[in-house]
Nanobody, 126 residues
Framework: QVRLVESGGGLVQAGGSLRLSCAAS????????MGWFRQAPGKEREFVAA????????DYADSVKGRFTISRDNAKNTMYLQMNSLKPEDTAVYYC???????????????????WGQGTQVTVSS
């Protein structure tokens, strides 16, 4: 088990940027694949991005590709999501997730992840 805490959300104008962080507890962070999901009111939780345990492979939803960048610093037990060129449709609660798997296949589904943070709100105004 790993405890996850997101931070960095807030209110930003369209076209702006935010960087989300996900801090993990425990000494085994470097063995976990990590992911970001988001959930807007009345909608299902949707996949945003994921990264393998060593950062060697990443995956992005088409809707954020080219605008968002996922990264991690295993020495700091922290994962990041740099979000640029934000759009109003990016407004949602953003959640980080962790799972002890070596690759990212089948990880676009929320139910496939074992550990979740409490979420951080991102609001993009038009």
């Amino acid at each position: 088990q790993v405890r996850l805490v997101e931070s960095g959300g807030g209110l930003v104008q369209a076209g702006g940027s935010l960087r989300l962080s996900c801090a993990a507890s425990g000494r085994t962070f470097s063995t976990y694949a990590m992911g970001w999901f988001r959930q807007a009111p009345g909608k299902e939780r949707e996949f945003v991005a994921a990264i393998t345990w060593n950062g060697g492979s990443t995956d992005y939803a088409d809707s954020v590709k080219g605008r968002f960048t996922i990264s991690r610093d295993n020495a700091k037990n922290t994962m990041y999501l740099q979000m640029n060129s934000l759009k109003p449709e990016d407004t949602a609660v953003y959640y980080c997730a962790a799972d002890r798997v070596p690759i990212l296949s089948s990880k676009r589904t929320a139910s496939s992840w074992s550990n979740w943070g409490q979420g951080t709100q991102v609001t993009v105004s038009s």
